[in-house]
């Protein structure tokens, strides 16, 4: 079984289009993250969210809008596709922020602009 | 600013060599420091998590330890297979904070 499992694997689409990437936990964590690992393969946090409020919104432009309907799920939705946003988009989730706690990603989630 | 540094970018060993990889931090103030591997196409494999009281933590051929007050951080692999080429990714939380930062990673090959 799948820990975190985030989908589509892989999404290629046009300039100006939105777009939505899922993502799903069944590891009962209480927060999730959105990171974003670009073409120099750095990967930087995007935002958290702890039982479904949003404790980290890094420098993130606001065609960028995480959901999560629940503990279990945070959604990431794309407005507006620009070139630059194509890049892998790792979603996490880990217990409640308590230093012990490994971090689990999912696979990933390829999005390519054209 | 914590800022995660790894040296070498990118290392080749010939199997059955034991290597070393080194992470460096500039922000002492850790929670603690996270060890992944990320294979091409896929996503990360946590491997060892270090807490900041913590001088080294070991599973099986890896180990890795932490030195706080010099901000350094080494994985070591013993008897490298080729089933060990990936990149590797050391990632620090720091205090009161939820979340990693990464660093740029040393991607290894093991040649057979």
Partial sequence: ?114 | KQEVTQIPAALSVPEGENLVLNCSFTDSAIYNLQWFRQDPGKGLTSLLLIQSSQREQTSGRLNASLDKSSGRSTLYIAASQPGDSATYLCATRGAGSYQLTFGKGTKLSVIP
Avoid at chain 1, 82 to 103: H, K, M, P, Q, R
């Fill in chain 1, 1 to 114: 079984d799948t820990a975190v499992s985030q989908t589509p694997k892989y999404l290629v689409t046009q300039m100006g289009n939105d777009k939505s990437i899922k993502c799903e936990q069944n590891l009962g964590h209480d927060t999730m993250y959105w990171y974003k690992q670009d073409s120099k393969k750095f990967l930087k946090i995007m935002f958290s969210y702890n039982n479904k409020e949003l404790i980290i919104n890094e420098t993130v432009p606001n065609r960028f809008s995480p959901k999560s309907p629940d503990k279990a799920h945070l959604n990431l939705h794309i407005n507006s596709l620009e070139l630059g946003d194509s890049a892998v988009y790792f979603c996490a989730s880990s217990e409640i922020w308590d230093s012990g706690n490994t971090i689990y990603f999912g696979e990933g989630s390829w999005l390519t602009v054209v």
